[in-house]
């Protein structure tokens, strides 16, 4: 299995904070449908103040590509994520577009 871990930040708005962190409470079937096809096996998302990380465990079989074509003809998964932009900022330095900027390791033990 191999990890991956992204991050994003979110608006610096305690109330649309909130609705978003609500909004994960109750995520729609059709997005966890497209998560759970794509090949990831687990996915975690931490926050810290506007900063949220997340942790994907995927299968072997996993594409990044593969996920953003499916997605991009899923139009729940399209709709999901235009509501999803309400609350996030792309991170400084992010190519136009690009929510979720996957991160380098740079330590284990």
């Not at 330095?93 to 900027?101: L, R």
Request: charged share 30%; proline share 5%; aromatic share 12%.
């Amino acid at each position: 299995m191999k990890r991956y871990c992204l991050t994003l930040d979110l608006k610096n708005d305690p109330h649309l904070i909130a609705e978003y962190e609500e909004w994960h409470r109750k995520v729609w079937p059709e997005v966890l449908e497209s998560i759970n096809t794509s090949g990831i096996e687990h996915m975690e998302i931490y926050r810290a103040g506007t900063r949220l990380f997340m942790i994907m465990e995927v299968s072997p079989t996993f594409s990044f590509e593969e996920k953003a074509k499916a997605d991009a003809d899923n139009a729940k998964v399209q709709q999901w994520e235009e509501l999803m932009w309400k609350y996030q900022e792309r991170l400084p330095g992010s190519q136009p577009g690009e929510k979720w900027v996957l991160m380098d390791r740079i330590f284990e033990l």
